[in-house]
């Protein structure tokens, strides 16, 4: 994967962090706020089941007051009135029940049904079944006939139908029917039947907070699963299949005293309307977000990588694409400083190698007064491994006199090589700091940098330890010409003419070993003072061989030399 890819999907990973946090907190939150939701609706239901409880206790009452009535049991068992006596006796149930009818507001109105004498009485009439039924309560949609079989009948026990439409033309009302077969308890051949008759807004009222709070659906089912009434919908709508195809979110609530059911059914639209709401107020942050992240992710990665690039075309341009496959920019420019390391190191070790050349020529331009001494500096003398610590500096000319027992052929290569150990004897000799240059083809010349405290001794001691080392170990005898320590490098070339001198001066010693150009300056002696054409011809003469010619000329040089001593 090259770099680019990476920034890219690094800033990508942090930018998407905060997203994958805020999704999670987001379910978290949502599973909260339906846990809320769902409390609030329980809530309700629970307060709506408490009251609905306590009206139907109410009902109850009634319904005991009168099942246990002790002038009941005589009129289940009498037949059709026939006389006063029993038409009073049904009269004065009557007004027995009228005391039980405004005992609860909660009750519309009631009856019991005598099957013996197909009697019904209420606490405001008497009649019998089908006059009561075609005149005062008939259900729609249900005969006379199916209404004795189904209804009453029937032994029913603490029994309620649906919610239907009840009553004639004129007085029709939605009315919750309770069941309860005479006498108490009687299920397989009742005798009677106890209907009490509820209004549907005395429960709906009490269920209207709920719906109106949660736009949805309550409905009632009795203890045996039955649908008794529902407000504010359908109650066929569960969760999941709504009318309009939407989710449903259902709640229930069980009552242990009634056995009712209370089910709500909530659409999941109207729930989460407004959590939907913030919902797509969030997705579009969140779209925004990431448009704009995806964009501040792209320019910061064209951005750290504009350098990189630039680095690569650089190296691109300034070397050739590496042999071996890449990985990646990094790896690129890892394998080209690695090559750029190579090569300085390897320059590094030319250098090196090349570094006693430039010494020694540099060595050798000093001592003839070539350079600039003022202009040098302590790193351009480190460049040439070149390094003056002390204020003092003198100059010692080496002149490889007889190299007869080392050198067997007189070879060139013989004679470079004593010249080298001559050099690296005096270099190594611990007396001061020390460089040698190779000046003639006998000639090494030596620069030496020595504190102030040094002094002549010190030099004749070096001397004679490099001459003690050469001879011994390498059977070359040496002659050493020192200058006169002066302080500066100004002096240096001044150095070398002075310890030329003295090593001049050695044939008139008969090659004295060790000459310092002090001591010659002083010393008072006899001197040969002849014109130079008288030398050139004695020369001549000595390389011919020629003795008439080499008397001749040494006889002009006693006789000029005669002259000059008087």
Same mark, same amino acid.
């Given at each position: 994967?090259?770099?680019?890819?990476?920034?890219?999907?690094?800033?990508?990973?942090?930018?998407?962090?905060?997203?994958?946090?805020?999704?999670?907190? &987001?379910?978290?939150?949502?599973?909260?706020?339906?846990?809320?939701?769902?409390?609030?609706?329980?809530?309700?239901?629970?307060?709506?089941?408490?009251?609905?409880?306590?009206?139907?206790?109410?009902?109850?009452?009634?319904?005991?007051?009168?099942?246990?009535?002790?002038?009941?049991?005589?009129?289940?068992? /009498?037949?059709?009135?026939?006389?006063?006596?029993?038409?009073?006796?049904?009269?004065?149930?009557?007004?027995?029940?009228?005391?039980?009818?405004?005992?609860? /507001?909660?009750?519309?109105?009631?009856?019991? &049904?005598?099957?013996?004498?197909?009697?019904?009485?209420?606490? /405001?009439?008497?009649?019998?079944?089908?006059?009561?039924?075609?005149?005062?309560?008939?259900?729609?949609?249900? %005969?006379?006939?199916?209404?004795?079989?189904?209804?009453?009948?029937?032994?029913?026990?603490?029994?309620?139908?649906?919610?239907?439409?009840?009553?004639?033309?004129?007085?029709?009302?939605?009315?919750?029917?309770?069941?309860?077969?005479?006498?108490? $308890?009687?299920?397989?051949?009742?005798?009677?039947?106890?209907?009490?008759?509820?209004?549907?807004?005395?429960?709906?009222?009490?269920?209207?907070?709920? %719906?109106?709070?949660?736009?949805?659906?309550?409905?009632?089912?009795?203890?045996?699963?039955?649908? #008794?009434?529902?407000?504010?919908?359908?109650?066929?709508?569960?969760?999941?299949?709504?009318?309009?195809?939407?989710?449903?979110?259902?709640?229930?609530?069980?009552?242990?005293?009634?056995?009712?059911? &209370?089910?709500?059914?909530?659409?999941?639209? =109207?729930?989460?309307?407004?959590?939907?709401?913030?919902?797509?107020?969030?997705?579009?942050?969140?779209?925004?977000?990431?448009?704009?992240?995806?964009?501040?992710?792209?320019?910061? %990665?064209?951005?750290?990588?504009?350098?990189?690039?630039?680095?690569?075309?650089?190296?691109?341009?300034?070397?050739?694409?590496?042999?071996?496959?890449?990985?990646?920019?990094?790896?690129?420019?890892?394998?080209?400083?690695?090559?750029?390391?190579?090569?300085?190191?390897?320059?590094?070790?030319?250098?090196?190698?090349?570094?006693?050349? #430039?010494?020694?020529?540099? #060595?050798?331009?000093?001592?003839?007064?070539?350079?600039?001494?003022?202009?040098?500096?302590?790193?351009?003398?480190?460049?040439?491994?070149?390094?003056?610590?002390?204020?003092?500096?003198? =100059?010692?000319?080496?002149?490889?006199?007889?190299?007869?027992?080392?050198?067997? $052929?007189?070879?060139?290569?013989?004679?470079?090589?004593?010249?080298?150990?001559?050099?690296?004897?005096?270099?190594?000799?611990?007396?001061?700091?020390?460089?040698?240059?190779?000046?003639?083809?006998?000639?090494?010349?030596?620069?030496?940098?020595?504190?102030?405290?040094?002094?002549?001794?010190?030099?004749?001691?070096?001397?004679?330890?490099?001459?003690?080392?050469?001879?011994?170990?390498?059977?070359?005898?040496? %002659?050493?010409?020192?200058? /006169?320590?002066?302080?500066?490098?100004?002096?240096?070339?001044?150095?070398?003419?002075?310890?030329?001198?003295?090593?001049?001066?050695? #044939?008139?010693?008969?090659?004295?070993?060790?000459?310092?150009?002090?001591?010659?300056?002083?010393?008072?002696?006899?001197?040969?003072?002849?014109?130079?054409?008288?030398?050139?011809?004695?020369?001549?003469?000595?390389?011919?061989?020629?003795?008439?010619?080499?008397?001749?000329?040494?006889?002009?040089?006693? $006789?000029?030399?005669?002259?000059?001593?008087?």
């Amino acid at each position: 994967m090259n770099v680019l890819a990476a920034l890219l999907l690094s800033y990508l990973a942090v930018l998407l962090l905060p997203v994958a946090v805020f999704g999670v907190l &987001y379910t978290q939150i949502e599973k909260v706020m339906e846990q809320n939701a769902n409390h609030a609706n329980l809530a309700l239901i629970e307060q709506a089941k408490q009251v609905v409880d306590g009206r139907l206790d109410e009902m109850h009452l009634i319904a005991r007051n009168i099942t246990s009535h002790p002038k009941l049991d005589s009129l289940l068992r /009498s037949g059709a009135p026939s006389s006063g006596t029993d038409h009073y006796a049904y009269l004065d149930f009557m007004r027995e029940l009228a005391r039980y009818r405004n005992s609860s /507001s909660f009750v519309s109105d009631f009856y019991v &049904y005598f099957r013996e004498s197909d009697m019904i009485v209420t606490p /405001s009439m008497k009649s019998n079944s089908a006059m009561f039924y075609s005149g005062v309560y008939g259900y729609d949609g249900m %005969t006379y006939e199916q209404w004795k079989m189904d209804i009453l009948h029937v032994g029913h026990y603490n029994g309620f139908l649906p919610i239907a439409e009840v009553g004639n033309a004129a007085r029709k009302k939605r009315m919750l029917t309770f069941l309860q077969a005479l006498p108490f $308890g009687e299920k397989s051949d009742p005798k009677g039947m106890l209907a009490i008759f509820i209004d549907e807004r005395q429960i709906a009222a009490l269920l209207e907070k709920i %719906t109106k709070a949660s736009h949805g659906t309550i409905y009632i089912k009795d203890a045996s699963g039955q649908v #008794i009434m529902s407000y504010g919908g359908n109650p066929q709508e569960t969760e999941g299949d709504g009318e309009d195809g939407g989710r449903m979110m259902t709640l229930s609530v069980h009552s242990a005293a009634s056995g009712w059911e &209370y089910v709500s059914v909530v659409p999941e639209e =109207v729930f989460w309307a407004k959590v939907n709401g913030m919902k797509r107020m969030a997705i579009g942050v969140l779209v925004v977000y990431l448009i704009a992240g995806a964009a501040a992710c792209v320019y910061m %990665t064209y951005r750290a990588y504009n350098p990189l690039r630039d680095i690569i075309r650089f190296i691109r341009q300034s070397k050739p694409a590496p042999a071996h496959r890449v990985r990646n920019e990094y790896d690129y420019i890892k394998s080209a400083v690695a090559d750029s390391f190579e090569k300085q190191t390897e320059m590094a070790e030319q250098l090196s190698r090349q570094t006693p050349v #430039i010494r020694s020529n540099f #060595i050798a331009r000093l001592l003839k007064g070539y350079v600039n001494v003022r202009e040098l500096s302590t790193e351009s003398l480190a460049f040439m491994g070149v390094s003056f610590p002390y204020p003092c500096y003198c =100059v010692a000319a080496v002149g490889l006199r007889d190299a007869s027992e080392f050198i067997r $052929g007189d070879t060139e290569g013989e004679w470079a090589l004593i010249r080298f150990v001559t050099g690296k004897v005096a270099e190594e000799i611990p007396f001061a700091v020390s460089y040698p240059v190779e000046i003639e083809k006998d000639l090494v010349a030596v620069v030496l940098n020595m504190p102030e405290h040094y002094g002549v001794a010190d030099l004749y001691d070096w001397a004679d330890r490099l001459q003690t080392v050469i001879g011994q170990r390498f059977k070359t005898s040496t %002659t050493v010409g020192i200058s /006169s320590i002066r302080h500066g490098l100004e002096p240096i070339a001044s150095c070398f003419a002075e310890s030329m001198k003295a090593l001049e001066y050695s #044939i008139f010693t008969a090659y004295k070993p060790v000459l310092l150009y002090e001591e010659m300056r002083n010393k008072a002696e006899d001197y040969y003072d002849f014109p130079l054409e008288t030398e050139i011809q004695l020369i001549n003469a000595v390389k011919s061989g020629d003795k008439k010619r080499r008397k001749a000329s040494s006889t002009i040089c006693t $006789g000029t030399i005669s002259a000059k001593s008087r």
